[in-house]
């Protein structure tokens, strides 16, 4: 998995494409979904048979969890679908991968990435539904999925670097930075607190647990804005030094790879070994063509085991159980927006 740009563009078998028969059989388990589970939150893998696409997951599954870290199918004609029919596909095809889980505040179980007007410097929010670029990160689950309903005007491509190859990097070019980022950094939770957690968080970038390498990207943004809470653990010099390094890594166009989104891509991500960025976008003036992904948190069931540190993020880190998302006292009840433009922070 310690990939680099030029291995991927050397060979694009990494992109999946959906069949006519495959679409076809989407089609129908959207529609046998709905007399199994009339609401898409009690949708389980069961509801939405796959019988011929199962085949194609499993090796989409396998570019996840032990290949690539991420997955990439191609070729949905979404502009078909109502949105009901485009979630149900979305969520079907998500439960063959795992466990779906709740990825802010509200409760929110498919999110809407796209720009609502947000202010950046809004440091109880968080920059998804503006239109700002993002530094490289990770999520707080297993697998980050996007599906694509529109792409902007000019500008937000998705970017993909291999946290591997990062790290074995930054250990070429400056062992002790990266010693340094063995070492908790200062992360702004913007606003969602887990129970007898403080409003910052401190975690490692990089971790071993039982042999397994694990990679935590914090969002650059959030880095600085934790600077705010003057009673929270400042970075040192040598945290910052080794930040700026590991950032300038993952955007080097020789680690990181650009994928431009088309309408009706699937991108799923292992978030423990590869980032994930996007560059900031304008959207045209018709509000229907507005740049709009749909995003899913999934846990893996049989995922990797995790170092402790990722439960101050994640709460609940055990293999064999659900895990990840976002799990705070006051989080609202679990539901799927069918608007777009509702506030997923609000």
Not at 119 to 143: E, I, M, P
Not at 182 to 188: A, F, I, L, N, R
Not at 239 to 246: G, I, K, M, S, V
Not at 327 to 344: G, V
Request: negative net charge; aromatic residues 10%; proline residues 7%.
């Amino acid at each position: 998995m310690a990939w680099k740009s030029a291995d991927l563009a050397a060979d694009n078998s990494w992109i999946h494409h959906l069949t006519d028969q495959e679409v076809a059989e989407l089609e129908a388990a959207a529609g046998h979904s709905r007399t199994e589970a009339g609401d898409i939150l009690d949708l389980r893998r069961e509801h939405f048979p796959l019988p011929t696409l199962a085949a194609k997951i499993a090796v989409l599954r396998a570019d996840i969890m032990d290949r690539y870290g991420f997955g990439y199918l191609r070729g949905l004609p979404v502009h078909k679908y109502d949105r009901d029919t485009i979630m149900r596909m979305y969520w079907g095809l998500a439960s063959h991968l795992g466990d779906i889980v709740p990825q802010n505040r509200n409760g929110h179980m498919i999110g809407h990435v796209i720009d609502i007007g947000t202010k950046v410097d809004d440091y109880n929010k968080r920059l998804t539904q503006t239109s700002a670029g993002l530094s490289f990160h990770s999520d707080s689950c297993d697998v980050v999925g996007l599906c694509c309903l529109h792409t902007a005007m000019a500008g937000g491509e998705s970017a993909l670097v291999s946290a591997i190859a990062v790290h074995d990097e930054m250990m070429r070019l400056a062992p002790d930075l990266c010693r340094t980022l063995y070492q908790p950094v200062t992360v702004d939770r913007r606003g969602e607190v887990p129970e007898g957690k403080f409003p910052w968080m401190h975690i490692p970038v990089f971790m071993w647990q039982s042999g397994t390498f694990t990679g935590y990207a914090p969002l650059l943004e959030y880095l600085k804005s934790a600077r705010r809470f003057t009673e929270a653990p400042p970075m040192t010099g040598q945290q910052w030094q080794a930040a700026e390094l590991f950032f300038s890594i993952c955007s080097d166009p020789a680690f990181s790879v650009k994928i431009p989104f088309e309408a009706g891509d699937f991108q799923f991500v292992h978030n423990h070994v590869v980032f994930h960025s996007r560059t900031p976008f304008e959207d045209g003036p018709d509000p229907a063509k507005k740049r709009h992904l749909m995003r899913i948190w999934i846990s893996l069931p049989d995922g990797r085991e995790l170092h402790p540190a990722i439960a101050e993020r994640w709460v609940h880190i055990e293999r064999g159980t659900v895990r990840g998302g976002v799990n705070i006292p006051d989080r609202k009840a679990l539901t799927i927006p069918m608007e777009p433009m509702t506030p997923a922070f609000a």
